[in-house]
C-alpha cells in the first residue's frame, strides 16, 4: 500500500503481517517441480481437504489457477459459457483463447444475480454444427459484481443444470472465502458444487502470492502438467506456501471485519445515491450516473486528500476493504468521500 495513503483500490495491495513473515521464514522447503516442497505439499492437502476434494495444486496467481481449469474443462475448439463480467475473460487477457483454444460465450452482466434458466438455454449439445458447450464458470463472489455472492440455491440449480447437460461447472473462488463468511456456507458445500474451483490467498486473506486449482485428483495430475507447460512450475516456493497456511489459519474468520469496514462506508456514501448494488462483502461499487464528478474525477480528488479508489468505467467506482486498512482509516475515507460528492 502506498505510504501514507488509505488505500482502498483492491484487496490485493496487503502486505505480510510480522507473524506471516515469520511463518515464511522458518519454512521447510524443497523442490516443488520434483513433489518435494513439504509446505507445498501440505497447503495443497489442506486446501484439498477444506473444499472436500481430492487435490489442489499450488499456483502462483488467480489467473492462472482459473486457465489451468478451463484448460481441463473445454477441449480447443470447444465452448465456455460465463457472464460478460466474469474475471476470466474480462482480465485474462485472452488466455482462455490465446492458450486454451478455448470460445467463450456469455450471458448478460448480472453480478451475482445468475439465472440458471438462462444459462440452461445457452447451453449447446456436442455435434458438428456448433460449438458445444463444455463448461460453465461463476464467480464467487463476483468482483464487477460489487462483491455479491451467489446463493446457494442457485448455485444448487446450476449444478443440476450442469449434470443434465453432461457439461462441467468451474468457480472462480478468488474471494469464496468472503461468501463463506458472508453466507455461513461451510467451504466443502461450495466445494462439492464444482468440477473444478480456483481459490486465492493473495486478496483479502493477505498472503503476497498464490492461488490454488481444487479437484478430483486425476484432473490435478493433469493441471500440474499444464502449470508447468504455462511457466508456472515453481522451486522453493514452500516459502510462500508457508504464507499461504498462515492466512488460512488467521485470516479467513477476520474477514467479517472487512465486511464490516464496507458496510460502514457504503452507509456513510449511500445518501448521495451512488452505492451500486448493495454491499454484501468487501467491495463497494459506485455508480456516479447521478453524481457530480465522473470516476476519474472523483479519484483524482480523493488521491488528492490521501484516499486512492479504482476507476471501472467513466462513472463506475470501487471501493474495497481489507486487513491494511484500520478502522480509523475507514471513518477518514468516509468522511473524505462524502466531503467530494456533496460538493
Ligand atoms: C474474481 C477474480 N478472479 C481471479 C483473479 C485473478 O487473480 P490474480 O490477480 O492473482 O491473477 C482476480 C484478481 O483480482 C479476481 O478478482
Given at each position: 500500500m502506498a505510504e501514507n495513503l488509505i488505500d482502498l483500490?483492491?484487496?490485493?495491495?496487503t502486505r505480510p503481517t510480522s507473524g506471516m513473515r515469520e511463518a515464511m521464514a522458518a519454512a521447510e522447503v524443497g523442490d516443488d517441480v520434483y513433489g518435494e516442497d513439504p509446505t507445498v505439499n501440505a497447503l495443497e492437502a489442506e486446501v484439498a481437504a477444506l473444499f472436500g476434494h481430492e487435490a489442489a495444486l499450488f499456483c502462483p496467481t488467480g489467473s492462472m489457477a482459473n486457465q489451468i481449469a478451463l484448460q481441463l474443462l473445454v477441449p480447443p475448439g470447444a465452448e465456455l459459457l460465463c457472464d460478460a463480467d466474469a474475471h476470466v475473460i474480462t482480465?485474462?487477457?485472452g488466455a482462455a483463447a490465446a492458450y486454451g483454444g478455448i470460445t467463450s460465450r456469455t450471458w448478460s452482466a448480472v453480478g451475482a444475480d445468475v439465472d440458471p434458466d438462462v444459462v440452461a438455454g445457452m447451453i449447446r449439445p456436442d455435434g458438428y454444427w456448433a460449438v458445444p458447450t463444455r463448461a460453465i464458470a461463476v464467480e464467487q463472489t463476483h468482483n464487477r459484481g460489487g462483491g455479491g455472492v451467489i446463493s446457494l440455491d442457485t448455485l444448487r440449480r446450476l449444478r443440476r443444470v450442469a449434470d443434465e447437460a453432461q457439461v462441467a461447472l468451474h468457480c472462480d473462488g478468488a474471494r469464496i472465502w468472503h461468501a463463506h463468511v458472508a453466507d455461513g456456507v461451510p467451504l466443502a458445500t461450495y466445494g462439492g458444487l464444482f468440477d473444478t474451483l480456483s481459490v486465492c490467498?493473495?486478496?483479502?486473506?493477505?498472503?503476497?502470492v498464490g492461488s490454488l486449482v481444487v479437484g478430483a485428483a486425476d484432473k490435478i495430475e493433469r493441471a500440474r502438467v499444464i502449470r508447468k507447460r504455462m511457466g508456472?512450475?515453481?522451486?522453493?516456493a514452500g516459502i510462500l506456501a508457508a504464507a499461504g497456511r498462515y492466512a488460512l489459519a488467521h485470516h479467513i474468520d477476520r474477514l467479517a471485519e472487512d465486511h464490516a469496514k464496507a458496510a460502514r462506508l457504503a452507509e456513510a456514501i449511500a445518501p448521495f445515491g451512488v452505492l451500486a448494488a448493495p454491499v454484501r462483502t468487501n467491495l463497494v461499487p459506485l455508480?456516479?450516473?447521478?453524481?457530480?464528478?465522473d470516476a476519474p474525477t472523483l479519484a483524482a480528488a480523493a488521491r488528492a486528500e490521501g484516499v486512492l479508489i479504482s476507476v471501472l468505467g467513466p462513472r463506475t467506482a470501487r471501493l474495497v476493504t481489507h486487513m491494511d486498512v484500520p478502522d480509523p482509516a475507514i471513518d477518514q475515507a468516509a468522511t473524505t468521500l462524502t466531503h467530494l460528492l456533496r460538493a
Open positions: 483500490r483492491s484487496d490485493t495491495v482480465y485474462e487477457m490467498l493473495s486478496k483479502g486473506l493477505g498472503a503476497p508456472g512450475g515453481m522451486r522453493q455508480d456516479l450516473t447521478k453524481a457530480s464528478l
